[in-house]
């Protein structure tokens, strides 16, 4: 077989429809609009949410809530992900990039305490959950928070 025996199934190739071409072509004169009125003109059609003189719902209906702006979106680390580093090792970004658990050394992540750790290691992140702190110094290790401004210009020196 060759490619220019190959047809397309039936029906996968819908015809474009053409409009304003004479009474006979079953869509003329007004080309489907109708006949008079905001959507038979050209370039205008009714907004999205418009409800005519009625009060929009958005507007019926009261703003909840804060949603910002720019809201802190931290990566996510198990802390059953840490137990492959070995005993008494400094887990850091830098070495948590380098094991493809996060994807940016430049955004913070958050070590959260599902799963178990039964390696002592120093633990550095932007932040922990509770369990998370409990459970690595149960293991014999240390958590601490650095800043992020800080992280930057020592990754900036190098």
């Known amino acids: 077989m060759q490619i220019h025996e190959f047809k397309s199934p039936k029906g996968s190739r819908k015809r474009k429809r ?5 009474n006979g072509s ?18 205008s059609a009714v907004l ?5 003189g009625q009060m929009p719902i958005i507007r019926r209906l009261p703003k909840v809530g ?3 702006h720019r809201p802190i979106l931290y990566q996510i680390i198990k802390l059953s ?3 492959k580093f070995k005993k008494g090792d400094v ?8 094991a493809g658990l996060i994807h940016n050394v430049y955004k913070p992540f958050k070590i959260l ?23 690595i110094e149960k293991a014999g290790g240390k958590t601490e928070i650095f800043d992020k401004s800080a992280f930057k210009n020592e990754t900036a020196e190098k």
């Open 18 to 22: 053409i409009v304003g071409r004479g």
């Open 26 to 43: 079953g869509s003329g004169k007004t080309s489907g609009r109708g006949m008079n009125g905001q959507n038979c003109r050209p370039g």
């Open 48 to 52: 999205i949410g418009s409800e005519g």
């Open 66 to 68: 804060f949603n910002s």
């Open 81 to 83: 992900d840490l137990s």
């Open 91 to 98: 887990v850091d970004a830098k070495v948590l990039k380098d």
């Open 113 to 135: 305490g599902e799963g178990e750790l039964e390696v002592a290691l120093t633990v550095k992140a932007t932040a922990f959950s509770k369990s998370a702190v409990e459970k």
